[in-house]
C-alpha cells in the first residue's frame, strides 16, 4: 500500500489559485491510477479528477473543466492539482487517492481507490 501526504491548501480569495500536492512513498507509484476528491461541509466526497498511470488521460468533474489540471511526475512520485478561478462552493477538504484496482483507465468511484492521504483544506472566500 501506497502512503499519500497531501499539501498545498489554504485560504484564498474568489477567483484566486491554489496548486496542491501528493508526495507518494511506500511502493511503487508509477504503477497506481491518482484521484484526487473532495469533501464539503455535509455534501458527499466527490471526485475532483483522476490521471492514468502514464498521465495521458485524464477526467474531470463537471464543475471544475477549464478550471483545474492534474498531472504526475512519477520520478519524483509526486500528483498535483492545479486550481484556478477558485470559487466559494470549492472550498473543502481535498484528499489525494491511490488506486488498486488492476489496470490504467481513470477512475472515479471512491471503491476503486484503496490507499488516502489525510486531506488538506481548501476555503475560497467571496
Known amino acids: 500500500q501506497v502512503q499519500l501526504v497531501e499539501s498545498g491548501g489554504g485560504l484564498v480569495q474568489a477567483g484566486g489559485s491554489l496548486r496542491l500536492s501528493c508526495a507518494a512513498s511506500?511502493?511503487?507509484?508509477?504503477?497506481?491510477?491518482m484521484g484526487w476528491f473532495r469533501q464539503a461541509p455535509g455534501k458527499e466526497r466527490e471526485c475532483v479528477a483522476s490521471?492514468?498511470?502514464?498521465?495521458?488521460?485524464?477526467y474531470y468533474t463537471d464543475s471544475v473543466k477549464g478550471r483545474f489540471t492534474v498531472s504526475r511526475d512519477n520520478a519524483k512520485n509526486m500528483v498535483y492539482l492545479q486550481m484556478n478561478n477558485l470559487r466559494p462552493e470549492d472550498t473543502a477538504v481535498y484528499y489525494c487517492a491511490a488506486s488498486g484496482v488492476p489496470g490504467t483507465s481513470v477512475r472515479t468511484r471512491g471503491s476503486d481507490y484503496n490507499s488516502w492521504g489525510q486531506g488538506t483544506q481548501v476555503t475560497v472566500s467571496s
Open positions: 490521471i492514468s498511470w502514464g498521465g495521458r488521460s485524464t
Open positions: 511506500g511502493r511503487t507509484f508509477s504503477t497506481y491510477v
